[in-house]
């Protein structure tokens, strides 16, 4: 069974740090293109940054540019992003999903994306 797992949310204050993490079982990730999106109450889902399959190729959207970084460690079967200088409109559930369409590079995109995880709450409040 192909599946995503998401962990690393939280509550954090204004100007912190989080990790989230996105860990592939049934399936290894070093075949897919890893997006990450978030999806904020009452507004729709939107794309928030993604990582080609060598790892070589990123990009951000302009919310999170600068302040956001993903990664991957295809021995661990995982993807990262790090998050830093959070302000309260990040606050969102924050998916990873996977996608087998993107070679060379990597676009955040959600139909391009199969293999989508449950998400992981991230709160950003003092």
């Known amino acids: 069974q192909l599946q995503l797992v998401e962990s690393g949310g939280g509550l954090v204050q204004p100007g912190g740090s989080l990790r989230l993490s996105c860990a592939a079982s049934g399936f290894t990730l070093e075949s897919y293109a890893i997006g990450w999106f978030r999806q904020a109450p009452g507004k729709e889902r939107e794309g928030v940054s993604c990582?080609?399959?060598?790892?070589?190729?990123?990009n951000y959207a302009d919310a999170v540019k600068g302040r956001f970084t993903i990664s991957r460690d295809n021995a661990k079967n995982t993807v990262y992003l790090q998050m830093g200088s959070l302000k309260p409109e990040d606050t969102a559930v924050y998916f990873c999903?996977?996608?087998?369409?993107?070679?060379?590079?990597?676009?955040?995109?959600?139909?391009?994306?199969?293999?989508w995880g449950q998400g992981t709450q991230v709160t950003v409040s003092s």
């Open positions: 990582i080609s399959l060598s790892g070589g190729r990123t």
């Open positions: 999903a996977a996608s087998p369409y993107q070679r060379g590079s990597c676009h955040y995109i959600a139909s391009l994306y199969d293999y």
